[in-house]
């Protein structure tokens, strides 16, 4: 079983369209929920932080967290043609008590916005 | 200042090379990470360093050696790859004891 699963994609929507994107996670002790973009060829960018139950809202970004029912989404809303990318969700697993953490990523889901 | 720098940005080396990649940050950040991406895969965990000490090497084979000279250098030592060592090289840091963790812009490796 994966660890870190998101909505298998790719995932296309029209301009001005809500993007809705998923990701389930394994591991119940799991506390800090990440979504990071990343456009083909450059490195991934830190788009959101999520830590407690509820929503969380960024302009055009909105994580929501349920760790009841280990469920993580991103919603962008007033898609634009430059929000095309893929999408990872990352989940900082428990790494038994350490300073570091160690972040799980999904598969990633393909985003495309098309004008 | 949320900026993880690396160089080169691009390297192609042939299999009896040695090269090292390189990493720096000033945001204070203790905990510092390599990662390895092939294309469409998420980034693949290789070693954190916490504090300038290795806390996870992910049984990544020995012609890659990590280097944390000091808290904002990061150094990844590359000897004897083979062509399917090539990748995006990424690193990343963040603070110790939680949040959000920075990615450099990485380097494309290509091994011949």
């Known amino acids: 079983q994966k660890e870190v699963e998101q909505n298998s994609g790719p995932l296309s929507v029209p301009e001005g369209a809500i993007a809705s994107l998923n990701c389930t996670y394994s591991d119940r002790g799991s506390q800090s929920f990440f979504w990071y973009r990343q456009y083909s060829g450059k490195s991934p960018e830190l788009i959101m932080s999520?830590?407690?139950?509820g929503d969380k809202e960024d302009g055009r970004f909105t994580a929501q967290l349920n760790k009841a029912s280990q469920y993580v989404s991103l919603l962008i809303r007033d898609s634009q043609p430059s929000d095309s990318a893929t999408y990872l969700c990352?989940?900082?697993?428990?790494?038994?008590?350490?300073?570091?953490?160690?972040?799980?990523f999904g598969q990633g889901t393909i985003l495309t916005v098309h004008p | 200042d949320t900026e993880v720098t690396q160089t080169p940005k691009h390297l192609v080396m042939g299999m009896t090379n040695k090269k090292s990649l390189k990493c720096e940050q000033h945001?204070?950040?203790?905990?510092m990470y390599w990662y390895k991406q092939k294309a469409k895969k998420p980034p693949e965990l290789m070693f954190v360093?916490?504090?300038?000490?290795?806390?996870i090497n992910e049984s990544v084979p020995s012609r890659f050696s990590p280097e944390c000279p000091n808290s904002s250098l990061l150094n990844l030592h590359l000897h004897a790859l083979q062509p399917e060592d090539s990748a995006l090289y990424l690193c990343?840091?963040?603070?110790?004891?939680?949040?959000?963790?920075?990615f450099g812009p990485g380097t494309r490796l290509t091994v011949l």
């Open positions: 990352a989940v900082n697993m428990n790494a038994g008590g350490t300073s570091y953490g160690k972040l799980t």
């Open positions: 990343a840091s963040r603070q110790p004891g939680g949040g959000e963790q920075f």
């Open positions: 945001m204070g950040h203790r905990a």
């Open positions: 360093y916490s504090y300038e000490k290795l806390s």
């Open positions: 999520i830590y407690s139950n």
